[in-house]
């Protein structure tokens, strides 16, 4: 016995937004085209002469672009891509982009993180699919290399979305699994999902099943179980994107014990992934506030659960922030930080011996960590977490 634990533990003090975001977080959803710095979005409109801008003013596009989004409908929260969009259309715009992204992760202490966006959104400038893809992919790089420097370390993988509504999806499952090998993790589908079911896109996703492609697709945020449902027994789904209608299919008898139907079995069962992302769902209408979004109940029925953030500039958030809200609402600490961790990296579309790596050398120890800063063991901040 060491004299450490014959000492009294101290209470758990309730983590500081430095402890959070010094953690070693793992994000799985997030978008491109929906986390640009406010002021690269003035800057790179103002060098295109785009002048569709609501305001030319950072802090104030920041805030129109979380109250635009704010407006309980997923279609409407949509509607403000077409500003950041805009602004992508060049390898140079794209390059900045990424690299931004990963050096503003890192900095909010992401360690890995798969990052999406739609390549037939950016072709209003003459791009290829496959320059798009590869404009990105070198901003990524140099990201990686400009947060080593910072002194944070961070590895993204990028995920390429069809979009629902159209008609591509086909074409960018194929430019997956071309650029798997070459910074493409995975394949993913997005947009309204009202009126556009992903069964539509039958072709693509048999075509990612027989690759072997690793697939995620949003589903049940706008629309209930039969989108779930379609996402993983029709779609091949890996996880979903929010997920979060998937309590359509819990019950709850009279002695409060909540049984899950077959659908919610099969997901958690399989250890289907949940992509998160609460901000978001408040938004778009998914969920009502904060104490009544699912992602306490979920969790604890077992459900392979990690937190997101879907898209920091339209829903005005960070990592450290959407944990932070969950911590005020459900008291949540270094142990759940680390569950979500967790459960994000197990699901994380990376080969197996690099998951279990950046588990065993990265996450672990960064939580082990955060638990003894949270007993009052060790002073915060003393060495890095990450
Ligand atoms: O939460 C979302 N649900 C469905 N589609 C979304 C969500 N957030 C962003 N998107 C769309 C808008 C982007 O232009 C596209 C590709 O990143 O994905
Ligand atoms: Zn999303």
Not at 166 to 186: F, N, Y
Not at 341 to 366: H, I, M, S, Y
Request: proline share 4%; net charge negative; with cysteine.
């Amino acid at each position: 016995m060491t004299l450490s634990d014959k000492l009294p533990l101290a209470a758990p003090h309730v983590l500081d937004e430095q402890q959070i975001r010094r953690a070693p977080k793992v994000l799985l959803h997030d978008h491109l085209d929906g986390g640009l710095r406010p002021a690269t979005v003035i800057e790179l409109a103002e060098h295109i002469g785009y002048r569709n801008l609501p305001t030319t003013d950072p802090a104030a596009l920041g805030r129109w672009f979380r109250d635009a989004a704010d407006s309980g409908s997923l279609e409407r929260y949509l509607e403000t891509f077409a500003h950041t969009c805009a602004v992508m259309q060049t390898p140079e715009a794209l390059f900045r982009i990424a690299a931004e992204c990963a050096e503003d992760l890192a900095a909010d202490g992401v360690v890995y993180a798969e990052v999406r966006y739609a390549p037939e959104q950016h072709l209003a400038g003459g791009l290829s699919l496959d320059e798009v893809v590869d404009a990105v992919n070198a901003g990524f790089r140099e990201g990686e290399r400009r947060a080593a420097a910072a002194g944070h370390r961070i590895r993204v993988g990028t995920l390429l979305c069809a979009m629902r509504h159209a008609d591509r999806s086909s074409e960018i499952a194929r430019l997956a699994v071309a650029h798997r090998d070459r910074g493409v993790a995975g394949f993913d589908i997005a947009g309204g999902e009202i009126g556009n079911p992903a069964s539509n896109h039958a072709e693509a996703f048999d075509y990612l099943r027989a690759q072997g492609a690793r697939v995620t697709v949003h589903a049940g945020e706008a629309v209930g179980m039969e989108s779930i449902h379609e996402a993983v027994l029709r779609c091949g789904a890996h996880r979903i994107g929010h997920g979060v209608r998937i309590t359509d299919d819990l019950s709850t008898g009279p002695d409060g014990r909540v049984t899950l139907g077959r659908l919610a079995s099969y997901v958690r069962d399989m250890r289907i992934a949940l992509e998160v992302c609460p901000t978001s769902n408040l938004q778009t209408g998914a969920a009502g506030s904060y104490p009544e979004h699912p992602i306490d109940l979920l969790r604890r029925l077992g459900f392979r659960v990690c937190l997101n953030t879907d898209n920091r500039l339209v829903s005005g958030t960070t990592m450290t922030q959407e944990f932070q809200h969950l911590a005020t609402t459900f008291g949540y600490g270094a142990a759940e930080l680390e569950e979500f961790t967790v459960n994000a990296v197990k699901a994380a579309f990376l080969p197996f011996d690099e998951r279990t790596a950046l588990l065993n050398e990265v996450v672990l120890p960064g939580y082990a960590r955060l638990r003894a800063e949270e007993l009052g063991r060790v002073p915060a901040g003393a060495g890095s977490l990450v």
